[in-house]
């Protein structure tokens, strides 16, 4: 059984001392073949860079800036094919934004328009269909709808539940449509211009 027992044990685990020279040896030279290899490539591209120069040195002064020219011309294309290529996403994603957002921001002018109608002929706007509208475009826009549009729409639904919000809630409702015609690529008009077209003493109000 002893005899059984000293068969199984390792040799490190019999000569240590000798193990572990071993282990020291492998990995000095490890060390140095991981340095020679090291000195050769550095050796190699050194090779190769003075290989370049002497062919640059050899050239023509017009041939050297053939090249340049041609290279930096190469780099002039290549700059302004991704450029060309951003700024088409870039148009080609607005316009399709435009075209989502197109009909919501309809539908608000629309509701705008129905309610000032409300005011002259009672009940031809009614709470329901007024309610129905709102939940429809507040559907759409919480998909198409710009930040500033989205972040302007949750003001005006927390003012008009202010009794004495009314004149502030009518500029915020303009500052809506002009965030709209921003988004569909149209200009910002002046601060009562739009609110002109369904009210008649606007410029009273904005005094």
């Known amino acids: 059984m002893e005899e059984n027992k000293n068969t199984n044990v390792s040799f490190s685990d019999k000569h240590p001392k000798i193990n572990a020279c071993i282990a020291l040896f492998v990995l000095i030279g490890l060390v140095v073949l991981a340095v020679w290899l090291l000195k050769w490539i550095i ?4 090779q190769g860079v003075e290989k370049l120069a002497t062919v640059i040195s050899n050239l023509d002064a017009v041939v050297i800036v053939a090249l340049i020219t041609a290279s930096v011309s190469l780099i002039g294309v290549i700059i302004s094919s991704i450029v060309s290529k951003i700024i088409d996403y870039k148009k080609t994603r607005q316009e399709y934004l435009a075209q989502k957002r197109e009909e919501p921001y309809g ?13 002259k002929n009672p009940n031809s706007y009614t709470q329901e269909q007024m309610i129905e509208d709102l939940l429809r475009f507040s559907k759409k826009i919480t998909l198409w709808g710009s930040p500033t549009v989205a972040k302007k729409w949750v003001e005006f639904r927390l003012n008009g539940a202010k009794p004495d919000a009314g004149k502030e809630n009518l500029f ?24 002109g077209f369904f009210i008649n003493d606007i410029k009273d109000a904005l005094k």
């Open 107 to 119: 539908e608000f002018v629309d509701m705008v328009y129905k309610i000032q109608q409300n005011s």
């Open 43 to 46: 050796s190699y591209i050194g």
């Open 172 to 195: 915020i409702m303009e500052q809506i449509m002009n965030e709209m015609r921003k988004d569909l690529g149209l200009k910002k008009v002046k601060k009562g211009n739009l609110l």
